[in-house]
């Protein structure tokens, strides 16, 4: 393979023994088989259909095929010597209505899946919602009604039962603060619904569904570990004006803490004054609820953003300055390269002592890349990969309590909205021929776990 890259000074010993290296996926990026054998619709399988939510109208029906193509994919895993595979359960593959009846062949597919990993050695780790509600229950009102609490719990035990004897390692959910953002505030991704009356209620719900999933995991598998996942960027104020620091601290506490402040039972952020019109949707009982005790917390880091005052945005009055406007390096999703940004995250969340442990589920980033010769050279990706995990180690080194790095992503794969277009994978994938090669980024990951 022809590379420009040097061999990395960095060595997975410097991580320690137990630190625990692998790679992330999520079901609807990667399955394909958008309604084989007897899978339900779910809110992307109605969003993608819909004109210009989609960049180009790509749509995940084929997306990488995984569904097919799930052992050789699992192969190249073992190739690359990575020991744990994060990926998540379609609940409509699981659960065609979002409840009642249990599609069999949904289960029997995880099963062959979860079987294969654990046939090459691989751990399988599984994330329960990764942002795929079937559509059956976005009809009853999705994440706005309370019911999906019972909903999501039904969903939970099922899984629970039927794959947590093999299965060690659980996330209840991934990002809510983009699902609930971007499908529920802005429309941008499914089910495309916007503003603030959707938004609230939709980020108590699944605050809510977090610590239920939780319970009924820790209920069914007292043995098994159970974490949760959050997407967290490092923010900084344009400048020091008073006026750009407050919003900073605004966005902070929306992309940052709203989460997860409730679940270690400190509640919502207090400011956050966005969200006055929640108390209509908070019971009696709700904050003690929504604490549970995780075995680890998932965080998720990109990039960083640059917060300033802006009077006309609503309710935030903050608006992010754009990487591209502040001509620093950009990825192909236009985010900032700031390697410091995983170390700032790890010390931001190292202050909570209710976090026993940090897992980081997901580090990467899309970079154009092109096949030359049939080989795929990704210098610019190894070295983020490279920067980032040096940053880890540095936070690690100080102390805080990071236990674990997955890449984003195996394959290039359905980037959302985006479409096609990001590729955030360390195996190439051409989509008309679904052929795979691996990028130099795979086989430096490769070398580091050897
Ligand atoms: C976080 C999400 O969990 C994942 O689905 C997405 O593809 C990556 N970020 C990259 O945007």
Known sequence: ???????????????????????????????????????????????????????????????????????????????????????????????????????????????????????????????????????ALE???????????????????????????????WMVMNEPSVFTGAGYFLGIHAPGRKGIKNFLPAIHHAVLCIAAGARTLRGILPDSEIGTTFSCSYIEP???????????????????RL?????????????????????KYILPGDMDSVKFDFDFIGLQNYTREIVEHSFFTPYIHASLVKAEKRKVPITAMGWEVYPASIYHILKKYDLYPQIRKVYLTESGAAFKDEVVDDLVDDPKRVEYLQQYLQQVLKAKNEGCKVEGYFIWTLTDNFEWAEGYHPRFGIIYVDFETQQRIIKSSGLWYAGLLR
């Open 139 to 169: 009809q009853q009102g999705g994440w706005t009604n309370r019911a999906i609490v019972d909903w999501f719990t039904e969903y939970v035990a099922v899984c629970a039962n039927a794959f947590g004897d093999r299965v060690k390692h």
């Open 259 to 279: 989460f997860i402040e409730p679940i270690l039972g400190l509640g919502y952020p207090a400011e956050l004054t966005v969200l006055a019109g929640m108390d």
């Open 1 to 135: 393979m022809k590379s420009n890259i040097q061999d990395t000074p960095l060595n997975k010993q410097l991580f320690g023994e137990d630190f625990i290296w692998g790679i992330s996926t999520a079901a609807v990026q990667i399955e394909g088989a958008h309604d084989a054998d007897g899978k339900g619709e779910s809110i992307w399988d109605v969003f993608t259909q819909k004109k210009g939510k989609i960049l180009n109208g790509h749509h995940h029906h084929i997306a990488t095929d995984f569904y097919n193509r799930y052992q050789s994919d699992i192969d190249l895993i073992k190739q690359l010597n990575i020991p744990n595979f994060r990926f998540s359960i379609s609940w409509s593959r699981i659960l065609p209505d979002g409840t009642g009846e249990v599609n069999q062949a949904g289960i029997d597919y995880y099963n062959r899946v979860i079987n294969y990993c654990i046939e090459l050695g691989i751990e399988p780790w599984l994330t329960l919602y990764h942002w795929d509600l079937p559509h």
């Open 238 to 256: 344009y400048s020091a004006k008073p006026r750009d620091v407050a919003a900073a601290i605004r966005v902070d506490a929306l992309l940052n």
